[in-house]
């Protein structure tokens, strides 16, 4: 157990709909990253947050949407869902805001029909 | 941006060796990371070099040439359970820790 939570775990939907991914980084980290990784793809990097503030951005399409919240939570809004945004998206949170080591939870299973 | 390239598969058996490059292309390099998942899971964090040089962590070991802008992960006495997706990540200016595709290791006995 990384202690990074991720909700919900799996979620099934409809083109054109809006999901939000919650997540809860490790007790005392002030750095979240989202990732996206589609079937037997490595890690797309989305966005980095760093204590509240976005401090990193990848090719995160428009959209897509993320903030992280005073209580360092992060959510990734996902808007007019399309077929090809099904993937597994995962957070990650670090202590450090410049680190090669991060926590991974366990992903969220997106999928749209 | 970065780049990163690694093998897309490695198959050995039971107490062999292996041996994952990776080379990168980047600007602005802090470090290099390696990661493992198995199928369905989270990655979980092997390996960080900054320097260059030789890191041992137990049966695993990573190392870095900064002027080579190459690393590698060493797996060394390998198990069944090591069969498992393995992913170095640069770490480089802006704060972004770029994954590379991924390298599929499978174990036979």
């Known amino acids: 157990d990384s202690g990074v939570t991720q909700t919900p775990k799996h979620l099934i939907t409809a083109t054109g709909q809006r999901v939000t991914l919650r997540c809860s980084p490790r007790?005392?980290?002030?750095?979240v990253y989202w990732y996206q990784q589609s079937l037997d793809q490595g890690l797309q990097f989305l966005i980095q947050y760093y204590n509240g503030e976005e401090r990193a951005k990848g090719n995160i399409l428009e959209r897509f949407s993320a903030q992280q919240f005073p209580d360092l939570h992060s959510e990734l809004n996902l808007s007019s869902l399309e077929l090809g945004d099904s993937a597994l998206y995962f957070c990650?949170?670090?202590?450090?805001?410049?680190?090669?080591?991060?926590?991974f939870g366990e992903g969220s299973r997106l999928t749209v029909l | 941006g970065q780049s990163l390239e690694q093998p897309s598969e490695v198959t050995a058996v039971e107490g062999a060796i292996v041996q994952i490059n990776c080379t990168y292309q980047t600007s602005g390099f802090y470090g290099l990371s390696w990661y493992q998942q198995h199928d369905g899971g989270a990655p979980t964090f092997l390996s960080y070099?900054?320097?260059?040089g030789l890191e041992e962590t137990g049966r695993f070991s990573s190392f870095l040439s900064r002027s080579d802008s190459y690393g590698y992960l060493l797996l060394q006495e390998l198990q069944m359970k090591d069969s498992a997706s393995y992913f170095c990540a640069v770490r480089a200016a802006g704060n972004k820790l770029t994954f590379g595709g991924g390298t599929r290791v499978l174990v036979k006995p």
């Open positions: 070099n900054a320097l260059d």
């Open positions: 007790s005392g980290d002030l750095s």
């Open positions: 990650a949170s670090s202590a450090q805001q410049t680190t090669g080591e991060l926590f």
